[in-house]
């Protein structure tokens, strides 16, 4: 009920005014998906296959990089689709690198004194997460 009543206030603003701008977009109802909850959707949608398909230690830095530079060549070469779908790439590669870390940069790390990026191996040594 409070969302049909914000609409309605909203139109009513709405009514008032002719610049397309003021008028905001609609409340998302139960059955409307926002582009961003679709974006977030699929994020994570790709981010479970990808951990099903590449389970246990990667270069998870190196992949994000390629992945970004996959959306660079999408973005100036390709269609709207293409640079979507290489943007859900490069979100889920950022985060598998806070969930699953990168062992490639377990030893750097630890000469410098740097807690690990991998989240089990930090709870393991009592390191912090931020």
């Known amino acids: 009920m409070a969302a049909a009543d914000t609409r309605r206030r909203w139109n009513a603003r709405a009514a008032l005014t ?5 008028q905001p977009a609609a409340a998302p109802t139960s059955e409307t998906v926002t582009p961003e909850q679709q974006l977030a959707r699929d994020i994570l949608n790709e981010l479970v296959r990808a951990r ?12 994000l990089v390629e992945e970004v530079g996959e959306l660079a060549t999408a973005t100036i070469e390709e269609s709207a689709e293409r640079v ?13 690198m806070f969930l699953d870390g990168d062992h490639c940069f377990d030893s750097w790390r630890a000469e ?3 807690d690990h990026l991998d989240p089990a ?9 931020g």
């Not at 979507?84 to 598998?96: C, D, G, L, N, S």
């Open 121 to 129: 191996k930090r709870a393991l040594s009592g390191g912090r997460d």
């Open 18 to 22: 002719s610049a397309p701008e003021a």
């Open 112 to 114: 410098k004194g740097l």
């Open 84 to 96: 979507r779908k290489e943007a859900v790439q490069v979100a889920v590669m950022a985060i598998r």
């Open 52 to 63: 099903a398909k590449f389970p246990g230690k990667n270069v998870t830095f190196a992949a």
